[in-house]
């Protein structure tokens, strides 16, 4: 992911407390005599770490839990009733379980996009401390308990007033943005069209620049939200988010299915990014985002997973391989969204996304040391004539076998280091039982269980 985006063959990394001190030939290095740790990939690919540019930390416990189901009903009688009865501890075991999922499918840098209050900010912000991730929580703003022209459903666990969003999100933004040596960073989180009166808008965008931080926002996900910016404002969804001054490089719209030519224009304009998130659109049949067209409107776009609801997994390989194939049958065109796109929409577009291009996203002399190896003698991984196109069409998140972020080895040879796997799923599959029944949610699976 260097400028000239080579692939070097028996390559060695040097890495130097938290940044990458070389890269080239294993022959043109003397061994230095002080190594504290010698990693041998032989055998492996040596990648920058995948960017994870959309995800909701608090569904990965609600996994599986809204299937095959219609985007209303998926929401109004699955998502919010089990995410209204969140407690702060199945905040914590959520992110903890899909951090986990993250780092053992080569992820190591986040974008959350909201984190309601109930899900507990303070101990999910530790947890990530803890895992070793860089990871960018965005806190909930919200003013309706709406979403596009559907008024008040959304499930009361779920509201908040806001006023007290954006109190914490500043209070959030001073006790954890950089922390955990930068990793940690905090952003706005807006609730999507309907959900924000055009004022909450821009006092969000306001505080955004004041803080110096990001925006990020799910936009044109359904056919819906273009309905509804044009009936209630008359405008695009994109020209109505700049209207209210909420379009710029730290901002992160999710989805973009539903955008028009004009909204690319605004993107691009003013350097926006668009998270897509195929497995997701292709789940909910919410429709099929124009990724070629709107990279050549000059839109920068990354990648995401989205959620446990939705997706149903965290695995940015698989998402990469989607992500391709789904723009191929609808252009009805092979050559388009090849694998070495995607590769880049989920590494340095999703650093650029970020803002973070200049320390993430490709693995070069003086950036963070977030590196990945991934297992290439693997049947499905055979032969290697082409790496690239291997890992995209043939890889999955499986194949990973070692982390590292920010200098540190937080998962070797597939076991994780710095969270307690048995832990964490026996506490996931506990609360998730209680959390289904405190919720009065049933999931009825259509064969028999006996
Ligand atoms: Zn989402």
Same mark, same amino acid.
């Given at each position: 992911?260097?400028?000239?985006?080579?692939?070097?063959?028996?390559?060695?990394?040097?890495?130097?407390?938290?940044?990458?001190?070389?890269?080239?030939?294993?022959?043109d290095v003397t061994k230095a005599a002080n190594v504290e740790l010698e990693i041998d990939a032989e055998g492996m690919l040596i990648l920058p770490g995948l960017i994870d540019t959309h995800v909701h930390l608090a569904q990965a416990l609600i996994r599986g839990c809204a299937d095959d189901t219609s985007l209303v009903d998926w929401l109004q009688k699955f998502v919010w009733p089990l995410q209204g009865n969140f407690d702060g501890e199945d905040g914590r075991v959520s992110a903890e379980l899909c951090m986990l999922e993250m780092i053992k499918s080569g992820t190591t840098a986040f974008l959350e996009s909201l984190l309601h209050s109930r899900y507990g900010f303070d101990g999910i912000a530790e947890s990530l401390e803890k895992s070793g991730m860089r990871g960018i929580l965005s806190k909930t703003v919200m003013g309706l308990p709406s979403?596009?022209?559907?008024?008040?459903?959304?499930?009361?666990?779920?509201?908040?007033?806001?006023?007290?969003?954006?109190?914490?999100?500043?209070?959030?933004?001073?006790?954890?943005?950089?922390?955990?040596?930068?990793?940690?960073?905090?952003?706005?989180? &807006?609730?999507?069209?309907? /959900?924000? *009166? #055009?004022?909450?808008?821009t006092q969000i965008a306001h505080g955004a620049a !004041?803080?110096?931080?990001?925006?990020?926002?799910?936009?044109?996900?359904?056919?819906?939200?273009?309905?509804? &910016?044009?009936?209630?404002? /008359?405008? *695009? #969804?994109?020209?109505?988010?700049?209207?209210?001054?909420?379009?710029? !490089?730290?901002?992160?719209?999710?989805?973009?299915?539903?955008?028009?030519?004009?909204?690319?224009?605004?993107? &691009?304009?003013k350097g926006a990014s668009i998270a897509h998130c195929p497995s997701s659109n292709m789940k909910l049949a919410s429709g099929t985002a124009s990724v070629p067209e709107m990279m050549r409107a000059g839109v920068n776009v990354a990648l995401g997973c989205d959620g446990g609801p939705s997706n149903n997994c965290y695995d940015m390989i698989r998402e990469m391989k989607t992500a391709s194939l789904l723009q191929k049958v609808r252009l009805l065109d092979p050559l388009v969204t090849d694998a070495e796109t995607v590769l880049e929409m989920a590494t340095i577009n999703g650093a650029i996304a970020l803002g973070l291009q200049k320390e993430i996203g490709s693995i070069e002399v003086g950036k963070k040391a977030d590196i990945i190896l991934v297992r290439t003698r693997e049947p499905h991984s055979m032969p290697a004539v082409n790496v690239v196109s291997n890992l995209v069409y043939s890889a999955s998140g499986e194949d990973v076998d070692t982390v590292i972020i920010d200098g540190e080895v937080v998962m070797e040879n597939r076991v994780a280091r710095t969270l307690d796997?048995?832990?964490?799923?026996?506490?996931?599959?506990?609360?998730?039982?209680?959390?289904?029944?405190?919720?009065?949610?049933?999931?009825?699976?259509?064969?028999?269980v006996e």
């Amino acid at each position: 992911m260097d400028e000239h985006r080579r692939v070097i063959k028996d390559v060695t990394v040097l890495i130097q407390d938290d940044r990458i001190a070389y890269v080239g030939k294993a022959t043109d290095v003397t061994k230095a005599a002080n190594v504290e740790l010698e990693i041998d990939a032989e055998g492996m690919l040596i990648l920058p770490g995948l960017i994870d540019t959309h995800v909701h930390l608090a569904q990965a416990l609600i996994r599986g839990c809204a299937d095959d189901t219609s985007l209303v009903d998926w929401l109004q009688k699955f998502v919010w009733p089990l995410q209204g009865n969140f407690d702060g501890e199945d905040g914590r075991v959520s992110a903890e379980l899909c951090m986990l999922e993250m780092i053992k499918s080569g992820t190591t840098a986040f974008l959350e996009s909201l984190l309601h209050s109930r899900y507990g900010f303070d101990g999910i912000a530790e947890s990530l401390e803890k895992s070793g991730m860089r990871g960018i929580l965005s806190k909930t703003v919200m003013g309706l308990p709406s979403y596009g022209s559907e008024e008040s459903i959304m499930h009361p666990g779920m509201i908040e007033d806001p006023e007290t969003c954006l109190r914490e999100v500043e209070n959030h933004f001073k006790r954890w943005n950089r922390a955990a040596n930068g990793r940690i960073r905090v952003w706005y989180g &807006a609730r999507s069209l309907g /959900g924000c *009166t #055009p004022e909450l808008y821009t006092q969000i965008a306001h505080g955004a620049a !004041r803080l110096g931080t990001g925006i990020t926002m799910h936009l044109g996900e359904v056919q819906e939200d273009v309905r509804f &910016a044009q009936r209630q404002f /008359g405008k *695009t #969804p994109a020209e109505f988010m700049d209207e209210v001054g909420l379009v710029g !490089r730290n901002v992160v719209f999710a989805h973009g299915v539903w955008l028009t030519e004009e909204d690319w224009q605004v993107l &691009a304009k003013k350097g926006a990014s668009i998270a897509h998130c195929p497995s997701s659109n292709m789940k909910l049949a919410s429709g099929t985002a124009s990724v070629p067209e709107m990279m050549r409107a000059g839109v920068n776009v990354a990648l995401g997973c989205d959620g446990g609801p939705s997706n149903n997994c965290y695995d940015m390989i698989r998402e990469m391989k989607t992500a391709s194939l789904l723009q191929k049958v609808r252009l009805l065109d092979p050559l388009v969204t090849d694998a070495e796109t995607v590769l880049e929409m989920a590494t340095i577009n999703g650093a650029i996304a970020l803002g973070l291009q200049k320390e993430i996203g490709s693995i070069e002399v003086g950036k963070k040391a977030d590196i990945i190896l991934v297992r290439t003698r693997e049947p499905h991984s055979m032969p290697a004539v082409n790496v690239v196109s291997n890992l995209v069409y043939s890889a999955s998140g499986e194949d990973v076998d070692t982390v590292i972020i920010d200098g540190e080895v937080v998962m070797e040879n597939r076991v994780a280091r710095t969270l307690d796997e048995a832990r964490i799923l026996r506490e996931a599959s506990e609360r998730s039982s209680k959390l289904l029944k405190r919720a009065g949610v049933e999931i009825s699976p259509k064969w028999p269980v006996e």
